[in-house]
């Protein structure tokens, strides 16, 4: 049966000698207070219960047991306790094992989806892959997909059927969907008792409520639903302080700012991440992008100066709480960064070398004596900037895989091309831009763009 019916089994013998004993013990202090404040004769009260409660002690609560014993089983008191006790208690076993393999499910689909878009949906192999994984989540491996709900999504995951949310919500359902960002996706999941008895495959069957119901119970499909959602992730720190303009992201994707861009496989299992067994191939040198550092003449992915490094600027930023320069500088989405001007390298990449980094990037530069007070308007010009007060406002983050890099006094080669991405005065990285998945607290409230850089969070 269904959960281990050994298990459930001796719960029900261990609840029901509690049961007895705890009414033997009422039935004791019953026969106490009977026999403490019988009437006595007038011969020899005192003598009389003496003689009754040292001569034959217990003699009365024999029969009061008895009698307490045979009331509560004839109208049914101890089947009602049992039944609260084991048929509620597996219930709520049930309950909790199936809420398990709904979490795990939709936060796996969720991350399928973040991952790639084309995969979000809710054909045979997902449903295959997914009621697997609820299984292994219960004790003995049987979890089912909720037949009568099948997998649903938010009216922006055209890939799924859309969630429609019931008017009334039983216990079962999810909470309401949370306020999120527009930005956001989300996905539901719904599971159901499986068990192995093919007569009754989704029937978790009673113990003792059976007979309380005179035979016409049969037991309960249990159900449980999970939500997550996934979008643009609010990240608090950048691996390095670089900041690279939102149309060079464009241009070496070919994307938009709403993260339509082409990524190049992320790296997995240990590094460089590419060319080992279930890895990913090396991208060839066509697919490897360059993006340039400091405004000169070889910088041509940007033609339009907005949005473009500074003249004189080399992308490094400073850390906006601190006002210093450095690596590991902590930038938030929505904000503003100071460059950090001069040709010096400020932080040596090589320990960033054939690694994914999380690069800031800008849609706006301006002068500034500090950092303006809000985000970009349309009176803001975002088109000027120099020297020690320019400011660019971060507007998300993007994660890149550093295959080399041309810095002054610090360089590497890569591995696709076997040499330096830029010689001489410029100043470059190679490398390509992936999806991510990264642990945050948050999806980004809107006013940051979706630059492959994601997180999964529970959401009702």
């Known amino acids: 049966m269904r959960k281990s019916a050994k298990l459930l089994g001796a719960l029900a013998v261990t609840g029901l000698a509690t049961l007895l004993k705890s009414a033997a013990v009422w039935a004791k202090r019953v026969a106490w207070v009977q026999v403490k404040f019988r009437p006595m004769n007038r011969l020899g009260r005192l003598g009389d219960r003496k003689l009754n409660l040292g001569s034959n002690p217990g003699g009365g609560e024999r029969g009061a047991v008895a009698m307490l014993v045979a009331?509560?089983?004839?109208?049914?008191?101890?089947?009602?306790?049992?039944?609260?006790?084991?048929?509620?208690?597996?219930?709520?076993?049930?309950?909790?094992?199936?809420?398990?393999?709904?979490?795990?499910?939709?936060l796996a689909l969720a991350q399928q989806c973040a991952n790639n878009s084309a995969k979000c949906t809710n054909d045979p192999s997902t449903s295959s892959s997914l009621t697997s994984l609820a299984g292994q989540n219960a004790a003995?491996?049987?979890?089912?997909?909720?037949?009568?709900?099948?997998?649903?999504?938010?009216?922006?995951?055209?890939?799924?059927?859309?969630?429609?949310?019931?008017?009334?919500?039983?216990?079962?359902?999810?909470?309401?969907?949370?306020?999120?960002?527009?930005?956001?996706r989300w996905v539901e999941v719904r599971t159901q008792t499986r068990t192995s008895d093919a007569s009754r495959p989704s029937i978790l069957p009673p113990y003792f409520a059976q007979y309380l119901a005179g035979g016409h119970y049969q037991g309960e499909t249990v159900r449980a639903c999970a939500r997550a959602a996934w979008g643009p992730a609010s990240i608090s720190s950048a691996v390095v302080p670089i900041a690279i303009s939102l149309c060079e992201w464009e241009a070496n994707t070919g994307g938009t700012a709403g993260g339509t861009g082409t990524y190049y496989p992320a790296p997995t299992g240990s590094a460089p991440g590419y060319g080992g067994v279930?890895?990913?191939?090396?991208?060839?040198?066509?697919?490897?992008?360059?993006?340039?550092?400091?405004?000169?003449?070889?910088?041509?992915?940007?033609?339009?100066?907005?949005?473009?490094?500074?003249?004189?600027?080399?992308?490094?930023?400073?850390?906006?709480?601190?006002?210093?320069?450095?690596?590991n500088v902590s930038v938030g989405n929505n904000t503003w960064v100071q460059t950090d001007t001069g040709n010096n390298t400020v932080c040596n990449l090589d320990s960033n070398w054939k690694k994914p980094i999380y690069l800031p990037v800008f849609d706006c530069m301006t002068n500034a004596s500090s950092a303006p007070p809000g985000p970009p308007t349309a009176s803001t010009n975002c088109q000027t900037g120099n020297g020690s007060n320019l400011w660019y406002h971060v507007v998300g983050f993007a994660s890149?895989?550093?295959?080399?890099?041309?810095?002054?006094?610090?360089?590497?080669?890569?591995?696709?091309?076997?040499?330096?991405?830029?010689?001489?005065?410029?100043?470059?990285?190679?490398?390509?831009?992936?999806?991510?998945?990264?642990?945050?607290?948050?999806?980004?409230?809107?006013?940051?763009?979706?630059?492959?850089?994601?997180?999964?969070?529970?959401?009702?």
């Open 400 to 460: 890149f895989y550093l295959s080399g890099f041309n810095l002054s006094g610090d360089r590497q080669i890569s591995p696709v091309t076997l040499g330096y991405p830029c010689t001489g005065a410029d100043r470059c990285m190679s490398g390509w831009f992936t999806k991510s998945l990264v642990q945050a607290s948050q999806i980004n409230d809107g006013t940051t763009q979706d630059l492959g850089l994601r997180t999964v969070i529970v959401a009702g």
């Open 71 to 106: 009331l509560l089983f004839g109208t049914g008191v101890f089947l009602g306790l049992a039944a609260l006790t084991i048929d509620v208690g597996a219930l709520a076993l049930e309950r909790r094992t199936l809420q398990n393999g709904a979490d795990a499910d939709v």
């Open 140 to 184: 003995d491996g049987l979890t089912d997909l909720d037949a009568t709900a099948p997998m649903c999504a938010s009216a922006n995951v055209t890939t799924m059927p859309t969630c429609v949310e019931p008017t009334t919500p039983a216990l079962t359902d999810c909470p309401a969907v949370p306020s999120l960002p527009a930005a956001a």
């Open 278 to 327: 279930g890895q990913a191939v090396w991208p060839s040198a066509a697919q490897e992008r360059v993006v340039f550092l400091q405004n000169t003449s070889a910088a041509t992915t940007c033609p339009s100066f907005n949005g473009h490094q500074a003249p004189g600027g080399f992308s490094w930023i400073k850390d906006p709480s601190t006002g210093t320069s450095g690596c």
